[in-house]
C-alpha cells in the first residue's frame, strides 16, 4: 500500500502518465484508445507506404516493357550500327568526343614524356638490380661449389 502511494504521489508530482492528467476520469481507458489509434494510423500508413512501392516498381517495368516495345527495328539496327562503329573506332585508336565525333588520341605532353622517362628508368634500375642478383647468386654457387671441392 506504501509502494502505491509512493508511485501515486509521484506522478502526481511529475503530471501524470505521458502528459495525461491522472486526476481525470477514465483517464486510463482514453490513454489506451488514444495509443491503439496512434498504432492503428502508423500500420496504415506502413501498408500504404507498402502499396505505393509496390505501384511505383509495377509503372517502372511497365514503362521499361513500353519503350521496348515501342522501339522500331529502325532504332535497334541504329543502336547497333552505333555500337559497330564505337568498338571500330576504339580498335583503331580514336576517341569519342563529346560533340559526337571521333578524334585520333593526343600526341604526348611534356608531362606524359616526363612520365614514360621515369618509368623507363625504374624498369632499368629493377632490370639492373636483378641482374646484380643473378650474378650474386651465381658467385655464391661458384664459392659454394668450390668450398665443398666439386667442379665441373
Do not use: V
Not at 84 to 105: M, P, V, W
Amino acid at each position: 500500500q506504501k509502494r502505491l502511494e509512493k508511485l501515486h504521489w509521484q506522478l502526481m508530482i511529475s503530471g501524470g502518465i505521458g502528459g495525461w492528467n491522472t486526476h481525470m476520469e477514465n483517464w486510463l481507458p482514453k490513454l489506451k484508445d488514444k495509443l491503439r489509434n496512434d498504432l492503428r494510423q502508423l500500420d496504415s500508413h506502413a501498408a500504404e507506404m507498402g502499396r505505393a512501392s509496390k505501384e511505383r516498381s509495377k509503372a517502372e517495368m511497365s514503362l521499361a516493357y513500353l519503350e521496348d516495345f515501342l522501339k522500331s527495328d529502325y532504332d535497334r539496327i541504329r543502336e547497333r550500327e552505333q555500337l559497330r562503329i564505337q568498338i571500330e573506332n576504339y580498335h583503331n585508336g580514336l576517341e569519342s568526343q563529346e560533340d559526337g565525333t571521333y578524334k585520333a588520341e593526343p600526341e604526348p605532353t611534356a608531362e606524359r614524356n616526363a612520365e614514360f622517362a621515369y618509368l623507363e628508368m625504374r624498369e632499368e634500375q629493377h632490370r639492373r638490380a636483378e641482374e646484380q642478383r643473378r650474378r650474386d647468386a651465381r658467385q655464391r654457387e661458384m664459392r659454394n661449389r668450390s668450398r665443398s671441392g666439386y667442379c665441373r
